[in-house]
């Protein structure tokens, strides 16, 4: 399970495949303003990203995986306003 | 030239020759899915490649052009003979907008009158409202991406590479992670992650197993290692180059480039400068000679230090003549639409077929060799291949057939073009060259077949009834002739009445340095070109027969003209108990040039006559000697002409 819920917060672990899109969503239905904690993700698929991306949650840490290091997406997730 | 244009004129020709190919493929499969998706390829990158410089004619007709490809792609019967002869069409036009785009650097003023035209033969996919949806014109995005990165792009102060991915909605279930694949992209300098239709879903539209996402970057790369990083996704990938937006660009910076693009001067200075070496080790040779009389040891060492130099040398000059080396493929790639539309305007029907083009030679051969082709595919095509009516009349399907094909033999390689056409006809040769006072009646009448088929070459011969618009341009055969032998190559002719005609050019693959056997004439040394030379025979004196006014011998059972070099060269023949032959072929016969002395053989780098000497009859250039001296190099076929 690499998506939890805990006190109102989503905590995403390890690597998250595409099939965590969906409990993501899901939780971010059940909990609105939920903070989703992505310090421990060491990998996100698109799919999860793209949830992220579309729905803003506020977001506590900075992932480990490749694509948000220096300047890469780390400034579009981090940074509210939404690049389009 | 503009970069980004010259990106453009290089990458936009080789997307039309790979279309060319595939449609030349469909052309005789309409139904082959393989050349149907490479051409929906190539054509879908050749329009984001013009949407580079928003030239919106070019844009519509390739777009069009795609869409009938995406259709046929899922519909293998949208595709026919005359669907792909209109795509052709399209492709020719493109091509000839790309030679615009070299000329002017934009499209003609009529490009959007033939736009529309040749839009309209594609019809059943120029669906206005379709092109009009578009979701993203790629100059559009490729500004919105410069302004976004313009930071990151300044500080980069070299040409960047943008990319935009498009991954289809379903890539999710076939596992793919398109993060995955744009992360892999190297020299990734900034990724960032769009909505496809502009706006990110809500929470309750959202659906999480569908890629709705944009995934657009800057690489440091160049644009084909970046294009391989998407290698498996090419039709939902668009590429540009950018150039740097602050001025002071590090020359000599190679950004973590694995290829370096270099003007061509610098290599030939660099060809230059191994010449003058490989010249300079020559003069080692008698060095060591000299040592010997007073040293055997001395010249022992020195002609081992000659043989370790001229060792790395060899080396260093394999690596700069394949540093040189390119395939012939780019040069000739307008040939085939040349083909069409010269075929057209004659209203004849032709097929041109290429092979071996991916055989490489010296940079400077693959450049002489484009327009003696086109040379004579013009004449093949006016003077050779039929009307579609005589065809019929003499058996033969009414599109004529045309092949081109390039084979290598060791250091050598010849081009063999060859048509099914009518064939030459000697005895129609000899008269014409009589007719126009080239030679005597009986001098023509005297002549094998194959010399009289060598008349064509001849300045101021043509043996067309009319001067057409094709090939009377008043560049003879003589012209081609000429070409190839300033690659230091021959031109043979071989053709059978109602058959067909093929001509063989035989040139050198390397043009770097040139092997030179030097002959002693007259108390004189000069160099002849080894590759002129078909073989070198000594003879006894007796075995010159006199032959009307001159000398013959027979070398082989065949009866060779014989002719003095030092008379050719106004000089005092000197006559000894033997003689000996230099054997060369001029207009396809050999012909023996007797010489004084034969001497050394070497390699050296030849220099074209300049000044006085551009004028000398039968001279090719000089060639520097390791003494100082200079060499004269002569021109045998020229001399025994």
């Known amino acids: ?84 | 030239m503009d970069e980004l244009l010259e990106q453009f004129l290089i990458e936009g020709r080789e997307l039309v020759a790979q279309a060319g190919k595939d449609l030349s493929a469909l052309a005789r499969d309409p139904r082959d899915a393989a050349a149907i998706d490479s051409a929906f390829r190539a054509i879908h990158t050749l329009k984001g490649s013009f949407g580079v410089f928003a030239l919106a004619p070019a844009e519509r007709l390739l777009h069009a052009a795609e869409d009938m490809l995406d259709r046929a792609r899922r519909d293998a019967g949208v595709l026919d003979g005359g669907t792909v002869a209109a795509l052709v069409a399209c492709l020719d036009q493109t091509d000839r907008w790309i030679d615009d785009m070299e000329r002017s650097g934009a499209l003609p003023d009529d490009a959007e009158r033939v736009s529309t035209a040749s839009t309209a033969l594609l019809k059943p996919a120029a669906s206005p409202a379709k092109a009009g949806a578009e979701p993203s014109r790629p100059a559009e995005w490729v500004e919105a991406l410069k302004t976004r990165e313009a930071d990151l792009i300044a500080q980069a102060g070299a040409a960047l590479v943008v990319f935009r991915y498009a991954p289809d909605a379903e890539c999710f279930f076939r596992g793919e992670d398109p993060l995955v694949v744009a992360e892999a992209v190297p020299g990734l300098l900034a990724l960032a992650v769009l909505p496809t239709g502009g706006d990110w879903p809500g929470a309750e539209e959202l659906e999480p197993f569908s890629c709705f996402s944009v995934l657009e970057g800057l690489s440091t790369s160049s644009l084909e290692e970046v294009q391989a990083a998407f290698r498996m996704q090419p039709d939902q990938v668009q590429l540009a180059r950018i150039e740097p937006t602050a001025a002071e660009k590090a020359p000599g910076e190679a950004r973590g480039d694995a290829t370096l693009r270099v003007d061509a001067a610098r290599l030939d200075a660099l060809a230059d400068g191994l010449g003058d070496l490989i010249v300079a080790i020559n003069a080692l040779a008698p060095l060591a000679a000299e040592a010997q009389q007073v040293d055997r040891a001395l010249a022992a060492r020195i002609r081992a230090a000659q043989a370790g130099i001229e060792g790395v040398t060899a080396k260093l000059h394999r690596n700069l003549a394949a540093v040189r080396m390119v395939p012939l493929e780019p040069v000739l790639r307008r040939l085939p639409r040349m083909a069409r539309e010269i075929a057209e305007t004659l209203g004849k029907r032709v097929s041109l077929s290429i092979s071996g083009e991916g055989i490489e030679v010296d940079k400077q051969v693959a450049d002489g060799l484009f327009e003696p082709l086109l040379h004579l595919l013009r004449n093949a095509l006016d003077h050779g291949i039929e009307s579609p009516d005589d065809r019929a009349a003499a058996g033969k399907p009414p599109e004529g057939a045309v092949s081109l094909s390039f084979r290598r033999d060791g250091d050598r390689i010849t081009a063999t073009l060859r048509d099914d056409g009518a064939g030459m006809d000697p005895g129609r040769i000899r008269q014409a060259a009589v007719a126009r006072g080239l030679l005597a009646a009986d001098a023509a009448a005297a002549l094998s077949e194959a010399a009289a088929l060598q008349l064509i070459f001849l300045p101021g011969f043509s043996t067309a009834g009319t001067v057409t618009e094709v090939s009377g341009r008043g560049v003879g055969m003589d012209a081609v002739r000429a070409a190839v032998e300033k690659l230091r190559g021959t031109i043979e002719i071989d053709s059978a009445r109602a058959q067909g005609t093929a001509f063989h050019i035989h040139l050198p693959v390397n043009a770097l340095t040139t092997r030179l056997l030097v002959v002693e004439v007259a108390g004189e040394r000069y160099g002849v070109a080894l590759d002129q030379v078909v073989e070198t025979v000594r003879v006894d004196r007796a075995a010159l027969l006199p032959v009307g006014t001159g000398l013959a011998c027979v070398l082989r059972d065949r009866t060779v003209p014989v002719l003095d070099l030092a008379e050719l060269l106004d000089a005092q023949a000197v006559q000894g108990d033997h003689a000996k032959l230099v054997v060369t072929r001029s207009r396809g016969e050999p012909v023996a040039l007797r010489v004084d002395a034969f001497a050394e053989r070497i390699d050296t780098v030849l220099r074209p006559p300049g000044g006085l000497l551009a004028s000398a009859r039968g001279v090719i250039g000089s060639a520097l000697m390791g003494d100082g001296g200079v060499l004269l190099v002569l021109d045998l076929p020229e001399l025994a002409a």
């Open chain 1, 1 to 84: 399970m690499t998506v939890r819920v805990q006190d109102g917060i989503v905590t995403l672990e390890g690597r998250c495949p595409a099939a965590d899109a969906e409990s993501l969503l899901v939780a971010l239905q059940a909990h609105p303003g939920a903070t989703v904690d992505v310090a421990g993700a060491k990998r996100l698929h698109m799919a999860v990203l793209q949830v992220l991306l579309a729905l803003r949650p506020p977001l506590g840490g900075i992932p480990e995986c490749p694509a948000f290091a220096a300047n890469i997406l780390a400034r579009q997730i981090s940074n509210g306003d939404k690049a389009t």
